[in-house]
């Protein structure tokens, strides 16, 4: 097989792909088993994305380092995952999505160990950089593994599944991770996690569907993987330092890097028939389209979320406890509309739904920038519903094209695509909110929520641009 150029043998001939190419889901009773083992995973990854937040004064305090070290716990995590995420997925295509997501799951419960008998600063970070790996693994793969289980009309049910686990997920961490810390010390954060993975992986193994499609003959190039981790750190890197201004000669050392090794890896991307960084499902208008829709979504969610606390304490007076109660309204609602998006993707155009949802989250942005001067809690909260009910009625419909546009055996990357936009499109939220800190004292929070509103604007614009696009098979309108 040539490596230098685009493959000329069809995706479908048999000599360059074995399986079965007409596999559409799994059957009941087992299907529950296979949903079930993909949501204990799913939930551990998002848990440890923020369970830890809550618990920093308490872990610098009791390893006796200075809290902006602390930091470094969080960070550690999400860097992992984002220099790992499209390897592990392309991994995945290769040797099958169910052994990465098992070997990602022992990783992230062996880690979890190590988390919680850590007594130091050093060990406890090395241990987060071995869940972090673990989690990419499983979140690379997870949407993949909702196509494998579901049947391809009912896809959308099971992407709003998935995206109800993740919002329970979100609005349990930090509750979890008080009523733990209440009663014990926070190793027991971590502690809590290997109950949980050893179930997930017990399901895992005894549900889970082996890859019905494989491509003969690839093979994972490591050069790549690693030329792919390098680009994504200093990409990170280069934005964190850009929003907590580290200095104008650091960042602008680790952006002409990031240019350099950027321009290699994208360059030897582009020879490659199912490169790691998936251009051949770029071209494909309705996946490209999608994954920048993905990317405005996410920004506006993560520049909303990172503002609100500082905008309804330092603005209008709620003490913390009270936001914290009050930002509940946001995730909580998605739990409700997520599924019911689901389900109403097999009746209506999924770009029109996708822009509909960003265009009340937008609307529900522009109101929260403009609350009264006094305003109730009502006030607020009718807003944030707005917002969480638009997120909600994009995630799944959004989520249901990216996976579904992909050609089978090109699932795992079309996976990591999907979990890569939202962390970028995070990422992104949160570097900008910390740059207006910086950069305006008094209004910062208010012009984030404006910048937000803009953001999910835009990305309803792009969304609804995808009327003029052919759906993927199995999400036409009216299909059954």
Request: net charge positive; with cysteine.
């Amino acid at each position: 097989m040539e490596q230098n150029s685009a493959p000329t043998i069809p995706e479908s001939d048999p000599r360059r792909i074995a399986g079965d190419t007409d596999w559409d889901g799994m059957p009941m009773p087992r299907r529950i088993g296979a949903i079930l083992a993909v949501a204990c995973g799913v939930s551990l990854a998002v848990l440890d994305g923020s369970i830890a937040n809550v618990a920093l004064p308490t872990m610098a305090r009791m390893l006796g380092i200075p809290s902006a070290d602390s930091i470094w716990i969080v960070n550690a995590y999400q860097l992992a995952i984002i220099v790992s995420l499209l390897s592990f997925s392309a991994l995945g295509d290769v040797i099958g999505h169910r052994k990465i997501y098992l070997g990602g799951l022992a990783l992230f419960t062996v880690a979890s160990l190590g988390c919680a008998l850590s007594d130091s600063l050093p060990a406890l970070v090395a241990a987060r950089i071995g869940q972090g790996f673990g989690a990419a693994a499983v979140t690379s793969v997870n949407t993949t593994l909702i196509r494998l289980i579901y049947p391809r009309r009912f896809l959308g049910r099971g992407m709003g599944l998935n995206a109800t686990v993740v919002a329970v997920s979100s609005v349990a961490g930090p509750t979890l991770a008080s009523g733990i810390l209440s009663v014990a010390s926070w190793p027991w954060l971590f502690a809590m996690n290997i109950p949980i993975g050893l179930v997930a992986l017990l399901l895992s193994s005894r549900f889970l569907p082996q890859n019905p499609v494989l491509i003969r003959g690839r093979r994972f190039d490591w050069r790549d993987g690693a030329m792919n981790g390098l680009t994504f750190g200093l990409l990170i890197l280069s934005i964190e330092g850009c929003s907590h201004r580290i200095g104008a000669q650091a960042v602008g050392a680790l952006i002409a890097l990031l240019l350099v090794v950027g321009t290699l890896f994208v360059r030897s991307q582009l020879r490659k028939p199912w490169p790691i960084l998936p251009f051949d499902l770029l071209r494909i208008p309705i996946f490209s389209v999608s994954v920048l829709t993905s990317v405005c979504s996410y920004t506006a969610q993560m520049l909303a979320m990172v503002a609100l606390p500082f905008y309804l304490q330092n603005s209008f007076g709620y003490d913390a406890v009270r936001t914290g109660l009050i930002l509940t309204a946001w995730p909580a609602v998605i739990v409700v509309i997520a599924p019911l998006a689901g389900i109403l993707i097999e009746r209506i155009h999924a770009g029109a739904l996708g822009g509909a949802g960003l265009l009340a989250m937008a609307a529900g942005l522009f109101a929260l920038a403009f609350l009264p001067a006094q305003p109730a809690v009502a006030d607020i909260v009718w807003r944030l519903v707005l917002c969480g009910a638009g997120f909600a009625l994009f995630q799944s419909p959004n989520n249901s094209i990216l996976i579904a546009s992909a050609p089978p055996q090109r699932s795992g990357s079309a996976s990591g695509m999907l979990a890569t936009a939202r962390l970028l499109g995070q990422t992104t939220g949160a570097a900008l909110v910390a740059l207006l800190f910086h950069a305006t004292s008094d209004d910062s929070a208010h012009i984030a929520m404006l910048l937000a509103g803009g953001f999910a604007l835009s990305g309803s614009a792009i969304s609804f641009a995808r009327l003029s696009l052919p759906l993927p098979e199995g999400l036409a309108r009216g299909k059954r």
